[in-house]
């Protein structure tokens, strides 16, 4: 019995981790926070990974890593997108900006570039991977969303709206996919320690009218049950558990790390 029992613990664990060997990834935002810990994740689990970011620089955090080809490319050049990689088994969009400010000052240029960036890229680049995860019978799309995909901030009219975008995006993605053995999920984390939400200290107190020194407390844990950041290796390991088998059936969800924000 004991036997059965651990042969049944071992299928379990082996179902967490998918073994990528043969599978192509692409990453986007890959240089730094969530988009590195990703690419890494995944190479390290055997998938060819392609990591694109603009930041060619910080693309060399990977060159460790055999298996990942570093791709220079500015995502919101909506036309460019054409000369990445489309024989991709793994689309993983995570390349995102932030800006703060009350919406009567928003800046219109600074909206359409946070909206091409954030939803326009990753539908053009979902649609161009679909036909060959068609072909394959097997894709896996994941979308780094926000808890701001399910959650309104105020000053953050442009982020909100397009990670919102995001998901409804995603759960199409899903219901054409689906049938076709691609699945479509987002992640939800809350404040994830990277250099976006570093950023964002200056512009959140500014806003709110408040010190720096209590950005952290008093604005981005506030709503948060557990009191600390997200850290980019728990955003991947959630990112390579839904490429494994154990997530074959998870498919139009979105799965919140937010320390209990969406709770309320």
């Not at 990453?27 to 970011?53: E, P, W």
């Not at 036909?131 to 019978?137: D, E, S």
Request: some cysteine; proline content about 5%; glycine content about 8%.
């Amino acid at each position: 019995m004991a036997d059965a029992r651990d042969d049944a613990s071992r299928q379990l664990l082996a179902g967490l981790l998918p073994d990528l060997d043969g599978r192509t990834a692409l990453v986007t935002g890959a240089a730094s926070g969530i988009g590195l810990a990703v690419a890494r994740a995944l190479a390290i689990q055997g998938a060819k990974v392609h990591a694109v970011d603009r930041d060619a620089a910080g693309l060399e955090a990977l060159a460790d890593l055999d298996l990942v080809t570093p791709l220079t490319a500015d995502l919101s050049d909506l036309d460019g997108l054409t000369a990445l990689p489309t024989d991709i088994d793994v689309l993983v969009n995570n390349a995102g900006v932030q800006h703060v400010a009350p919406l009567e000052d928003f800046p219109v240029d600074r909206f359409d570039l946070i909206h091409r960036l954030m939803l326009a890229a990753p539908f053009r680049l979902v649609r161009q991977s679909l036909p060959h995860m068609y072909a394959n019978g097997w894709g896996r799309v994941v979308n780094v969303s926000s808890v701001h995909g399910l959650r309104a901030s105020a000053f953050k009219a442009a982020y909100v709206s397009a990670k919102h975008g995001l998901e409804g995006l995603s759960k199409v993605v899903a219901l054409e996919g689906g049938p076709k053995g691609v699945t479509s999920n987002c992640v939800n984390p809350a404040y994830v320690r990277t250099p976006l939400v570093e950023k964002q200290v200056a512009d959140q107190a500014r806003t709110h009218g408040i010190e720096e020194s209590e950005v952290l407390e008093d604005v981005m844990l506030a709503p948060v049950a557990v009191k600390r950041l997200v850290e980019p290796e728990e955003v991947a390991s959630l990112v390579l558990f839904l490429c494994g088998p154990a997530a074959a059936s998870v498919n139009g969800a979105s799965l919140t790390m937010d320390g209990g924000w969406t709770a309320h």
